[in-house]
Structures are given as structure tokens and as C-alpha cells.
């Protein structure tokens, strides 16, 4: 039985993630990634926000500020973002004057199951001695539940040492978006100044842009800072800065690799490898949405030898799990607007 604790390749390794040369005027490339897509979407604390009060059944501008308590402008440009990128749509409920409601689309709806896959590793690892703030419950076995991902082809549950992959059709390099680049990110601690939330502990981890891509080359088995800042061209004083934090979450462990002078490579813990399910269910959702039909990873599940799509499951009955077949309890008090 194999032992590692990462991707492996088959048939020829993902293409480098160097970033190219940056010529004056010449934008910077990176990997294409169907993970990193979907982070740029939820990975921005204040469109989470909103996507999140959507689930919710929020859908006027007025309850979303209210209950989130973000400035206009914020709250207008996050919706106004989500709108063109088709997660959501407009629908006037008033002519005199015209007002809109935001709702779901199906692009929206589709993020459910990633959103609950996050939601199932913040529960594990990120709530201390608090009790989870929702309990899940699926409709179709009407049994508590938590979120797994698990192979389309034989319903087995996905780990990452069972898991291979080789360049899909949409693999090579792309710039990076310019909004990504200017965006300024919630304060991680205002995702939960609301609503207490799963998801938004495990986006503090994962959101960050840098502390993602990292993660990410490390399940392609990049453990050493040298390779890293080969593979991401990133600062080394701020990949300094995220392995030490990976390091102080848990995600990581240091692990002494050459002495004299001191070296070290940085290893998954077992927390760190219960993220591939969410990053998966993510590469999922960004491959059917934002990829333009060439996902840039094809995965294929070693136990069963098939290529597979990575789909979010109740762990009880192992059944596909949606916005529709779902319910919950709150373990909290449910926010008012105005409170």
C-alpha cells in the first residue's frame, strides 16, 4: 500500500509554476489552477460573507448590509462581482422605485457542496472545545451528518495518497488577475463577527493567496523553501512569513532534512492532509465553471484505477449531497438585522 501523503504523477509531471520572467510591462504568470480560481471567488472574506447570507435565503441589499454591517460601497461592489461572474442574479421585486433581489444561480448553487466540505474541516480541526456551529442533516437519510468527498466512479472516500493526476487539457500558464492583485481581503476576523462559522476558520488557512499556493506545491511533493521559491517566485521574506504560520496552524511540521548549515523540509500533518478534500471539491467546482471546459488536472483514484470527478457526500449514506438535500441546526442564535 502506498505511504505517501501526496499527489502522484502519472505519465508525466504538472507543468513547473515558475512565474515568467516579468518584463517592464509584462504581467506575471502562474499555474493554471482550477483551485486557485475558486479561491480567488471565496477566498475574498467579503464575498464569502455574502454568499454565505445567500445560503441563508438572504437576497435584499439591505438585509445583507445590515446583518453584515458592511459599508455600501463594499457590499455594492461584492454583488455587483458576483452578478457578472454568474453566481448570482438580479430580480426587481418593485418598480417605483426599481429594487432587486440577489438570487443563487445554479453556477451559485453549485458552490453548496464546497462550501460544506470546508465547513466539514473547520469543524474537525478549527473549533476547539466549541461546539460546531451547525449540524448537518441530510434529507434523503434523514441522519446527522458530515461532509466527505468521495470518488464519482466507486464511491470510495478520497485521501491523497490514493490519488494520481497528469495535465488536463487546459494545463500551462496564465497571468495573474489584476483585481486579485489589488483586492483588499476582509479581516479574517470579521467573517465571524455575525455568525459563527466553519467555513470562514477554514478560509483564514487556506484564503490567503500565498499560504493557498504553498499548500497546494506541497501536495505536488515540494517540501524544501529553495524549491518553493523556484516553483512560486515568491519574496523570501513572505514565504518566511506563511510556512511559519502554516507552521504555527498545524498544517505543517518542520522536519530536519541537513545539518551544518540546518535545513528543513515542511510535511503535512495530519491535518494539513485532511485539507485535500476541500481543495479537490474546490478544483471540481472550478473545473465545471471557470475552466472553459478544459480542466488543467485530470485525478485518477488509484483504488479503483478510473478517473474520477471529486464529489462532496453525506458520510452516512455516501450519497451526492446539494443545497436542496440538505438541512441543519443552528447551535447558535440565528442574527437579526439590526442586532
Known amino acids: 500500500m502506498a505511504t505517501s501523503t501526496s499527489l502522484k504523477p502519472t505519465k508525466r509531471p504538472a507543468p513547473r509554476a515558475r512565474r515568467a520572467p516579468s518584463r517592464a510591462g509584462a504581467a506575471p504568470k502562474e499555474r493554471n ?5 475558486t479561491i480567488d471567488v471565496i ?13 441563508f435565503g438572504v437576497k435584499r441589499f439591505e438585509q445583507f448590509k445590515e446583518i453584515l454591517g458592511l459599508p455600501r460601497t463594499t457590499l455594492s461592489d461584492r454583488l455587483r462581482k458576483l ?28 458552490l453548496y457542496p464546497v462550501m460544506l466540505a470546508l465547513m466539514s474541516f473547520g469543524d474537525k480541526w478549527l473549533g476547539g472545545r466549541k461546539k460546531k456551529p451547525l449540524q448537518l442533516i441530510h434529507r434523503t437519510c434523514e441522519r446527522p451528518c458530515s461532509a466527505i468527498v468521495i470518488c464519482s466512479e466507486c464511491r470510495g ?12 487539457p487546459g494545463a500551462g500558464m496564465s497571468a495573474i488577475p489584476v483585481e486579485r492583485k489589488s483586492r483588499r481581503s476582509a479581516d479574517p476576523t470579521a467573517l465571524e463577527r455575525r455568525r459563527p462559522s466553519s467555513v470562514a476558520r477554514a478560509l483564514q488557512i487556506i484564503g490567503d ?39 504555527t496552524d498545524g498544517v505543517f511540521r518542520r522536519v530536519q532534512y541537513q545539518a551544518g548549515p540546518d535545513r528543513y523540509e515542511y510535511r503535512f500533518t495530519e491535518k494539513g492532509r485532511d485539507l485535500f478534500g476541500s481543495m479537490i471539491a474546490m478544483l471540481r467546482w472550478g473545473d465545471r465553471w471557470l475552466s472553459g471546459g478544459t480542466p488543467p488536472l485530470i485525478l485518477t483514484h488509484t483504488d479503483c484505477g478510473k478517473d474520477f470527478e471529486p464529489t462532496v457526500a453525506c458520510d452516512q449514506c455516501r450519497e451526492a449531497i446539494n443545497a436542496h438535500s440538505m438541512r441543519y441546526a443552528m447551535n447558535y442564535q440565528d442574527p437579526k438585522p439590526g442586532a
Not at 84 to 103: I, S, W
Request: include cysteine.
Open 83 to 110: 452578478t457578472a461572474m454568474g453566481l448570482l442574479r438580479q430580480v426587481q421585486y418593485t418598480d417605483k422605485p426599481p429594487r432587486f433581489e440577489y438570487h443563487l444561480t445554479r453556477i451559485g448553487i453549485d
Open 157 to 168: 472516500e478520497i485521501l491523497a495518497s490514493r490519488v494520481s493526476y497528469r495535465d488536463g
Open 43 to 55: 477566498g475574498d472574506g467579503w464575498s464569502f460573507m455574502v454568499l454565505r447570507e445567500c445560503y
Open 33 to 37: 489552477c482550477s483551485v486557485g480560481r
Open 209 to 247: 493567496r500565498w499560504s493557498f499556493m504553498i499548500i497546494r506545491e506541497a501536495f505536488f511533493r515540494i517540501r524544501r523553501f529553495d524549491d518553493l521559491q523556484t516553483r512560486l517566485g515568491i519574496a523570501p521574506n513572505i514565504l518566511t512569513d506563511r510556512l511559519g504560520r502554516l507552521v
